[in-house]
């Protein structure tokens, strides 16, 4: 099998990103033999799969994590969330570029709130790897968290380092999760930024219709398919409800967070999270003046052509990037 050049989009990812030269598609059905049956070649004869068949993102997500980041079990329910790992490992690579040029001194331990952690579990299986770091995983769903916790005691050494709490108040983000003593490095969050139902479906199809045409599958069958797609689409290669929208969006969302983080100033660093829309900076940053914020970062990511961003604040003095 072929594995793809080193093109300018992959080049975007944070330099630390293990996948920028793209994927070893030997060396990953090596590691998850369950992939192979996935694997194709593209019209440059360069190995890779389809990304518009949930099976073959699972299995791909499976053979990543086996190989790249020590995992030995992992397994998502089909309606959950399965989500892009390069993407994600980026999120926890510039946070740890955050704390490194934090002004305040380094705690002892870095302890992270990974708000939302899904079934699929991935943040916390990729920074107990990557730097070390314990995590809190909170989820607002049992069947999430029960199976986060089935590949917690699946892979030997993870109990030691992530704990799961479940949020009650499906209402509430912090409140009832950060308890008195907890101390954490920094928070992190990929909230649900759809405000509904049919917002989350448009936008199914319009990412399922960007896979088709960059699978070059435009065939009459295939249109067909599309149409049907079109009346009732996958939302996400998966996803409860929490996980893809919300009320009042990412805007409503993150401006919740911001209000309840003013309630635990000292006992978290760093408040994040991802903010996939640009034009939601402007209300976000006007919910943080209304707090009593010491310093505000925003943090451009890419990936391919999805533009994405981390908004990080801090209530601690002098929390701020030491000059360099």
Same mark, same amino acid.
């Given at each position: 099998?072929?594995?793809?050049?080193?093109?300018?989009?992959?080049?975007?990812?944070?330099?630390?990103?293990?996948?920028?030269?793209?994927?070893?598609?030997?060396?990953?059905?090596?590691?998850?033999?369950?992939?192979?049956?996935?694997?194709?070649?593209?019209?440059?004869?360069?190995?890779?799969?389809?990304?518009?068949?949930?099976?073959?993102?699972?299995?791909?997500?499976?053979?990543?994590?086996?190989?790249?980041?020590?995992?030995?079990?992992?397994? /998502?329910?089909?309606?959950?969330? $399965?989500?892009?790992?390069?993407?994600?490992?980026?999120?926890?690579?510039?946070?740890?570029?955050?704390?490194?040029?934090?002004?305040?001194?380094?705690?002892?331990?870095?302890?992270?709130?990974?708000?939302?952690?899904?079934?699929?579990?991935?943040?916390?299986?990729?920074?107990?790897?990557?730097?070390?770091?314990?995590?809190?995983?909170?989820?607002?769903?049992?069947?999430?968290?029960?199976?986060?916790?089935? /590949?917690?005691?699946?892979?030997?050494?993870?109990?030691?380092?992530?704990?799961?709490?479940?949020?009650?108040?499906?209402?509430?983000?912090?409140?009832?999760?950060?308890?008195?003593?907890?101390?954490?490095?920094?928070?992190? $969050?990929?909230?649900?930024?759809?405000?509904?139902?049919?917002?989350?479906?448009?936008?199914?199809?319009?990412?399922?219709?960007? !896979?088709?045409?960059?699978?070059?599958?435009?065939?009459?069958?295939?249109?067909?398919?599309?149409?049907?797609?079109?009346?009732?689409?996958?939302?996400?290669?998966?996803?409860?409800?929490?996980?893809?929208? $919300?009320?009042?969006?990412?805007?409503?969302?993150?401006?919740?967070?911001?209000?309840?983080?003013?309630?635990?100033?000292?006992?978290?660093?760093?408040?994040?999270?991802?903010?996939?829309?640009?034009?939601? !900076?402007?209300?976000?940053?006007?919910?943080?003046?209304?707090?009593?914020?010491?310093?505000?970062?925003?943090?451009?990511?890419?990936?391919?052509?999805?533009?994405?961003?981390? !908004?990080?604040?801090?209530?601690?003095?002098?929390?701020?990037?030491?000059?360099?």
């Amino acid at each position: 099998m072929s594995s793809p050049p080193v093109i300018e989009e992959k080049l975007r990812m944070h330099a630390r990103n293990r996948h920028r030269a793209g994927y070893d598609f030997a060396s990953l059905v090596t590691a998850h033999p369950g992939l192979k049956k996935y694997v194709r070649l593209n019209p440059l004869g360069v190995s890779t799969i389809d990304f518009a068949n949930p099976a073959a993102v699972k299995a791909l997500n499976q053979a990543l994590l086996m190989s790249c980041y020590g995992v030995v079990h992992w397994d /998502i329910p089909a309606e959950f969330l $399965c989500p892009p790992i390069p993407g994600r490992v980026d999120y926890l690579h510039y946070l740890a570029d955050l704390l490194a040029t934090s002004a305040h001194e380094k705690q002892p331990e870095v302890r992270v709130l990974d708000i939302g952690t899904g079934a699929n579990l991935v943040y916390p299986l990729l920074g107990q790897y990557e730097y070390g770091w314990q995590f809190v995983g909170v989820d607002t769903n049992p069947a999430a968290l029960a199976n986060a916790q089935r /590949i917690i005691e699946a892979n030997p050494g993870l109990e030691q380092r992530i704990s799961l709490r479940q949020q009650r108040d499906a209402h509430a983000i912090f409140d009832g999760i950060i308890k008195a003593g907890d101390q954490f490095s920094f928070s992190m $969050c990929n909230p649900p930024f759809h405000a509904s139902l049919q917002e989350a479906q448009a936008g199914a199809r319009r990412k399922w219709s960007g !896979l088709a045409r960059s699978a070059g599958q435009q065939s009459q069958s295939r249109n067909h398919a599309q149409a049907k797609h079109h009346q009732q689409p996958r939302l996400n290669f998966g996803g409860q409800a929490a996980e893809l929208y $919300c009320d009042g969006g990412e805007v409503g969302f993150i401006t919740r967070m911001v209000a309840e983080s003013a309630r635990y100033p000292s006992q978290c660093l760093w408040f994040t999270t991802l903010v996939s829309k640009a034009e939601s !900076l402007s209300a976000v940053k006007r919910a943080l003046k209304q707090v009593p914020v010491q310093s505000v970062e925003v943090i451009e990511m890419a990936q391919g052509q999805k533009q994405s961003r981390i !908004l990080a604040w801090s209530f601690v003095e002098k929390a701020g990037r030491r000059a360099k």
